[in-house]
């Protein structure tokens, strides 16, 4: 299994960006999608997770109202669409995949397979 996460970059508090992650390697469909993200000195956190069939959503406490998951099964693609960004949302930004819907629950040890992070720096 692999994923590809592009989208991260640098941008002010308030603005906007979209994270994506293509995945391949296993039916894209039949899996819990999700994203986790790590700042400095940080431990790496759950931010929002996705089911296979898209019906099921999950966010973190700091990132609800304002971070969307959603997916493209047709695509194996997987996106974090993340409105009103703050400085405290600065971090490397990995996708992953498990089997199993747990939601908020899941844990960097319940993942299968991570991405490559992508790097997210908001400035005040």
């Known amino acids: 299994v692999q994923l590809q996460a592009s989208g991260g970059g640098l941008v002010q508090a308030g603005d906007s960006l979209r994270l994506s992650c293509a995945a391949s390697?296993?039916?894209?469909?039949?899996?819990?999608m999700g994203w986790f993200r790590q700042a400095p000195g940080n431990e790496r956190k759950f931010v929002a997770a996705?089911?296979?069939?898209?019906?099921?959503?999950s966010y973190g406490d700091s990132v609800k109202g304002r971070f969307t998951i959603s997916r493209d099964n047709a695509k194996n693609t997987v996106f974090l669409q993340m409105n009103s960004l703050k400085p405290e949302d600065t971090a490397v930004y990995y996708c992953?995949?498990?089997?199993?819907?747990?939601?908020?629950?899941?844990?960097?040890?319940?993942?299968?397979?991570w991405g490559q992070g992508t790097q997210v720096t908001v400035s005040s």
């Open positions: 996705i089911s296979g069939s898209g019906g099921s959503t």
């Open positions: 390697g296993r039916t894209f469909s039949s899996y819990v």
């Open positions: 992953a995949t498990r089997t199993g819907w747990v939601g908020s629950r899941w844990t960097p040890r319940g993942v299968d397979y």
